[in-house]
């Protein structure tokens, strides 16, 4: 950031600090947050990058003693004679402007979301590129938070192909269904995708209350005929719902619903949650989809004269996702792996002809977005640096 100090100076009865910056800006930082932040090796172990400094020890009404500076850093001596260091660069990134803020939490979250309907361009990436390339690999997941979905072309007809992208990004997400799991036609299935049918739009898992973030889905054999994949971006659908039936939206995004799932595969399971089918952040914003109609529980927790406009707001946003103009239809090849945000998409597939033999064959996964979120920092500096 190569900032540098002009003027730094004690305000507010010593209760706050104001820093001019060459470039003509200002920052203003609260004595206590920087109390709080002292980076020395008493309050602060830097190979950790953790804090040290217990808020026990805080006094939340301390003022600076004495106040030095030069262009690169800011030196502060405490009432107890604590001595403080702070860099130039660090304090300019950690500025309280609403500016600075928002610019900050970009960096740090990758908020960025273009929106689609039926005319996607699907994004695609090599398979071995993006295990061996970093900048490859950022293009992948960067792609994957701001489009929500990338397709990856190029890995083999056998499994173990998504546990290799888990251990490109750190680790996969275990669920009752294991590490990895397999779609296709079983005798009595444990999960309606266990099945030929037609699978209508959904998100995976939301009978946890931590569903998984991001799903990865490799094609080891597709049948002939059916089983085309169908995805629906679900914030997208949200926006239209909430300009075009506010009271739906509102049923929808306030309405807790139960979820189940009961059964025996990785270990014996049973599963309650529950989730309202859009979940909102404080500021209003659309930050997950809950919705599986087929672990939807028969129990409901409203009262009984909820009950009709919720499922009267559930098929208008159904309904919705169903129009063609935002859906997106596709057929996965042998040796595709697409790579979903499970909390913004929701899929489903056409029906298939059962046959003697497996027809058609999915090696599936999940990964949490915590795990994707840190892989795409450390490759965004991996090829900043580079670059």
Known sequence: MHCAIQKAEVLDGAHLMQILWQDGTESFYPAVWLRDNCQCPHCYLDSAKARKFLVESLDVNIGIKDLSFDRKRVLITWPSEHYSEFEADWLKKRCFSQQAREKLQRELFFPECQYWGSELQLPTL??????????????????????????LTGASNKRGEVVKLGKRIGFLYLTFYGHTWQVQDKIDANNVAYTTGKLSFHTDYPALHHPPGVQLLH?????????????VDGFNV??????????????????????????????????????????LDDKGQVIRINFNNATRDTIFDVPVEKVQPFYAALKEFVDLMNC?????????NPGDVITFDNWRLLHGR????????????????????????SRLRILRRSVQNRN
């Open 324 to 332: 063609k103009e935002f859906k997106f239809t596709f057929k996965m």
């Open 126 to 151: 090599d398979f071995e590129d993006v295990l061996k390339n970093d900048e490859q690999a950022y293009k992948w997941l960067s792609s994957l938070k701001r489009v929500g979905i990338v397709r």
């Open 219 to 231: 094609c080891i054999k597709q049948t002939v005929t059916g089983g085309d994949s169908e995805i």
């Open 350 to 373: 056409s029906s298939y002809e059962a046959g003697t033999e497996i027809s058609r064959h999915l090696e599936g996964a999940y990964a949490d977005w915590d795990v994707v979120m």
């Open 238 to 279: 949200c926006r239209q719902l909430q300009e075009k039936n506010p009271r739906a939206f509102q049923i929808l995004s306030s309405t807790f619903v139960d979820f189940t799932d009961i059964g025996v595969d990785y270990c014996d399971f049973s599963v309650q949650s529950k989730h309202k089918i859009i979940e």
